[in-house]
């Protein structure tokens, strides 16, 4: 049964994801919608909602975390952006490779920190050893790893780890 509540909650939690993301509410819209929604959730709900996770509170604080995660790497992004555009610019740019330990434990959020780091402009993911992610910064601020890890993961690791728990 528990499986059941686990793709349904996906299912509705990606039919609302889309019907915001595309703002169409016509039928062959909806339908595709339906349809990418329903084969998703084939794919991920044991992933999305763990265990007997869908009928406890718990499920409600994850798809929350997930929601501000969208738009705090979408802030970041906007803010990366800018900063590479500066550099670009100035030609004032100091490459690095740096390496930062993740705090997230599991094999998906960490892919999914590696992703949104790479989706960042002025950062590449260059490889992922267990817990350690290295990482090409166009403009190293500082070389030491504690402080390149608040300045470049803070923020997504925050959230991240709420959904990741």
Known sequence: ???????????????????????NYQIPSLLTGIGISFLISMVSCNYFIQGNEGIHSRFFTTLWYLFVYIFVLLYEMFLASLDVVYRVVTMDIRPEIIMIKSNIKSDLGILLLANSITL???????DIEGDYIYIHWLYARTTHFGKAAEIIITSFEKWLGGIFK
């Open 1 to 23: 049964m528990h499986k059941y509540i686990r793709f349904v909650l996906t299912f509705l939690s990606l039919m609302i994801f889309w019907l915001v993301l595309t703002l």
């Open 120 to 126: 960042t402009p002025g950062t590449i993911t260059v």
